[in-house]
């Protein structure tokens, strides 16, 4: 039971930091489009969302098939549960171009060139739709924990 608990606190945990990293990464992307942000704390930020949505990954993946929860029987069936992984899947996808340019960006700073910032305005935008999304989840997550139904 203790270990089904402390799953469940760092699964909520993680989607309590991915929120506020990617928050924090659109943020920091607007201020660097202003002139007033460093890619510095782009990076940061941009670095724990990564790290919480592996652990959303591996803490979902261990409660929804791993057995330290309601299980496949439970969750397979729910249409919040579906809504849910749509919605992780879209995360996903509007993820991958602003990955790959923080990517390039790190290697050009490691390498002490200069950053194209030039769609850092649609990455910031795409970060506060990824933190709707992510709110998202969260709500269909309490509806599935309280085995709401439709119809």
């Known amino acids: 039971m203790l270990a089904h608990w402390l799953l469940a606190a760092v699964h909520l945990l993680a989607f309590a930091l991915g929120f506020w990293a990617v928050l924090t990464r659109g943020?920091?992307?607007?201020r660097l489009v202003a002139g007033v942000g460093e890619a510095r704390s782009v990076l940061i930020?941009?670095?724990l969302w990564g790290i919480?949505?592996?652990?959303?990954?591996?803490?979902?993946?261990?409660?929804?098939?791993?057995?330290?929860?309601?299980?496949?029987?439970?969750?397979?069936?729910?249409?919040?549960?579906?809504?849910?992984?749509?919605?992780?899947?879209?995360?996903?996808?509007?993820?991958?171009?602003?990955m790959v340019t923080l990517i390039?960006?790190?290697?050009?700073?490691?390498?002490?060139?200069?950053?194209?910032?030039?769609?850092?305005?649609?990455?910031?935008?795409?970060?506060?739709?990824?933190?709707?999304?992510?709110?998202?989840m969260v709500v269909a997550a309490t509806g599935m924990a309280r085995a709401v139904t439709f119809g």
């Not at 993946?61 to 929860?69: I, N, T």
């Not at 439970?74 to 249409?79: I, V």
């Not at 700073?109 to 850092?120: E, K, V």
């Open 27 to 30: 943020t920091a992307l607007r």
């Open 45 to 47: 930020a941009d670095n």
């Open 52 to 98: 919480s949505a592996l652990i959303l990954l591996i803490s979902g993946g261990m409660r929804a098939f791993g057995g330290y929860e309601k299980g496949t029987d439970y969750y397979l069936p729910q249409p919040l549960f579906h809504l849910k992984m749509t919605l992780f899947v879209l995360i996903l996808l509007l993820e991958i171009a602003p």
């Open 104 to 136: 390039k960006w790190r290697i050009a700073l490691g390498r002490g060139a200069a950053i194209d910032a030039g769609r850092a305005k649609l990455f910031a935008r795409i970060s506060h739709i990824e933190a709707l999304l992510l709110l998202l």
